[in-house]
Each structure stands twice: as structure tokens, then as C-alpha cells.
């Protein structure tokens, strides 16, 4: 079993940052891919962005590319998710997902494990 715990969210203005991590616990963190994932209100959940056990291999979502830059740090067991240049549509919750496998790309139906969710709202 792997416990995933984000924190970072929060109201911002647009243009501005967040710095979203997550926390895993329970297995060893570097035999997971790690990715972050957003749902919006009335919509489906959707990748934002995903990164292989290593760092060295990630993806985003067209909608994030140039903007958001995920990484983690296998010594302290934690997956982050910069965002800058917030926009509203990036208004959502998002979660911190786990695949136990060597990949750098999974989907939602790829998921092994999800944290609980951290709201970010953008005001415009």
C-alpha cells in the first residue's frame, strides 16, 4: 500500500505560481511512476503531467506544456508540480497518482494509487 498526502494548493491570482508536492509512504517510492492529475468541476479527470521512477523521462498535457514542470526527490520520497503563468482554466483539484511500474506515462486507468486531492482556484 502506498499513501500519498498533497499539499501546496491554494487561491491565486492569474500569472502567478504554485508549487504543489506530494508526499508518498508505505513502499519505495523510486519503483513508481508519479504523476499529477486535475478534475474540474463538471468534468473528467484528466493527466496534467508524469515522470518515470528516475526523473529523467516526463509528460504533460499540451494544455501545461511550457508551464508547469513536475520532478521529484527519491530522498525525501515527495513528486512536485511547478505551475507558473496560472491561468483560470487551470482551476481545479488536483491529485497525486502512483504506478508501480518504469514507465514515464500512465492515465487515469493507469493508476495504482491516489492522494486525496488539494484545490487550486485561479481568479482572473
Known amino acids: 500500500q502506498v499513501r500519498l498526502v498533497e499539499s501546496g494548493g491554494g487561491l491565486v491570482q492569474a500569472g502567478t505560481s504554485l508549487r504543489l508536492s506530494c508526499a508518498a509512504s508505505?513502499?519505495?517510492?523510486?519503483?513508481?511512476?508519479m504523476g499529477w492529475f486535475r478534475q474540474a468541476p463538471d468534468k473528467e479527470r484528466e493527466c496534467v503531467a508524469t515522470?518515470?521512477?528516475?526523473?529523467?523521462?516526463?509528460y504533460y498535457a499540451d494544455s501545461v506544456k511550457g508551464r508547469f514542470t513536475i520532478s521529484r526527490d527519491n530522498t525525501k520520497n515527495t513528486v512536485y508540480l511547478q505551475m507558473n503563468s496560472l491561468k483560470p482554466e487551470d482551476t481545479a483539484v488536483y491529485y497525486c497518482?502512483?504506478?508501480?511500474?518504469?514507465?514515464?506515462?500512465?492515465?487515469?486507468?493507469?493508476?495504482?494509487?491516489w492522494g486525496q486531492g488539494t484545490q487550486v482556484t485561479v481568479s482572473s
Open positions: 497518482a502512483a504506478r508501480s511500474d518504469s514507465t514515464h506515462y500512465f492515465n487515469t486507468a493507469g493508476v495504482d494509487y
Open positions: 515522470i518515470n521512477w528516475s526523473g529523467e523521462r516526463t
Open positions: 508505505g513502499r519505495t517510492f523510486s519503483n513508481y511512476a
